[in-house]
């Protein structure tokens, strides 16, 4: 007889922290002062926002930095609870660097912050498909949407996953203790 393991969550939790990526700018200027405003949170949202804004509106930049801008307003933009304006922005950003795994993350954490859980997979999976930066915090969200969906085992090995990319962050580890593995 084969033993099967089984997976239950101690404690459903909707309100698990998620986590977000900041896109590195090349050079200085305006630009350089959003993404450090969405990376360090040193300016209140709204005033990171503004900062983003007039970078995109009047600087000179590369499509890899407007686009990486564009990411970090988003940013900025979910963090104040705009989260229509933030998707707005990463669909922006996603047209002109496809490529770019961190628009995809916190495309992902803005389709969890407004609960729509099979949206937030489709965006983490691509995530995780171009190898993000912040692989970790891709397959961390990814876990909460997986357990709003139902798929309880599958949110367990990507919060393990997620620990695994990334000992030394408590989150993943918070997430695993709320588990019980047991075995049929």
């Known amino acids: 007889m084969r033993k099967i393991a089984t997976f239950t969550a101690i404690a459903f939790v909707l309100s698990a922290p998620f986590a977000t990526a900041q896109v590195s700018i090349i050079g200085g200027g305006i630009a350089k002062d959003c993404y450090e405003a969405a ?16 970078a ?13 801008t564009y990411t970090n307003r988003g940013v900025l933009r979910m963090r104040s609870g705009r989260l229509d304006a ?17 628009t995809y ?16 997979l489709v965006s983490l999976d691509k ?3 171009l190898d993000s930066h912040d692989l ?4 961390y969200n990814r876990a909460i949407a997986k357990e709003n969906t139902g798929d309880i085992q599958g949110a367990y090995f990507d ?3 997620a620990d695994e990319l990334n000992p030394d962050w408590d989150l993943a580890k918070r997430q695993m203790a709320r588990f019980q593995v047991t075995t049929n």
């Open 105 to 120: 993350l916190n495309e992902g954490a803005a389709h969890i912050l407004r609960k729509d859980f099979n949206a937030a």
């Open 39 to 54: 990376k360090y949170q040193r300016t209140s949202p709204g005033e990171g926002e503004k900062l983003c804004t007039r």
């Open 136 to 139: 970790y915090a891709a397959y």
């Open 159 to 161: 919060f393990k996953r």
């Open 127 to 129: 995530a995780i498909e």
């Open 56 to 68: 995109i509106e009047s600087e000179l930049m590369n499509v890899t930095n407007k686009a990486a």
């Open 86 to 102: 933030a998707l707005s922005d990463y669909d922006i950003a996603k047209r002109m660097r496809p490529e770019e795994g961190a």
